[in-house]
């Protein structure tokens, strides 16, 4: 099983509960038993990836960005947790009268952007930045499962 993105998902074959941007995780639970792989993205130093299944430390190896978990057997459940750094870049923007704007990325995530903007402020995530994943139920899901709860 190939996971690309570490977004929620369930399927026949597992299902994925990602942490993020709130912590650097991601839990797939193995529905079929399966030879597990998956994309750890680019902003991740890969010497600073781990890997565990039912909580056991496993050792595991990488082909190009995607981490090779090897076999995982039904009804367990591998954990890859990796540092989730803030970082700051300044960009460019032709649609405001601001052309430069500074943008806070957690993951893939804007938690902050400045200027904010005047009429309505944008990217004011600081629940993101708490360390600790917010879940929800979803009226699509069972019991238990939850997905991540954006407050925006």
Not at 2 to 8: G, I, Q
Not at 74 to 95: M, N, S, W
Request: charged share 30%.
């Amino acid at each position: 099983m190939r996971v690309n993105l570490l977004l929620n998902h369930a399927s026949p074959w597992a299902d994925v509960d990602s942490h993020l941007p709130y912590v650097g995780r991601v839990d797939v639970h193995v529905k079929r038993p399966c030879r597990l792989s998956v994309r750890i993205p680019e902003w991740v130093v890969q010497g600073n990836v781990k890997l565990s299944v039912d909580g056991e430390s496993r050792s595991f190896g990488w082909s190009g960005r995607y981490l090779d978990g090897g076999q995982v057997a039904e009804g367990r459940k591998a954990t890859i947790e990796f540092p989730l750094e803030e970082r700051t870049q300044r960009v460019d923007v032709p649609f405001s009268d601001h052309r430069r704007v500074t943008v806070v990325l957690r993951g893939n995530e804007v938690v902050e952007i400045d200027p904010r903007g005047l009429n309505h402020p944008f990217y004011q995530r600081e629940h993101y930045r708490q360390g600790v994943t917010l879940w929800k139920r979803s009226c699509d899901s069972s019991p238990q499962r939850h997905f991540p709860f954006d407050t925006e």
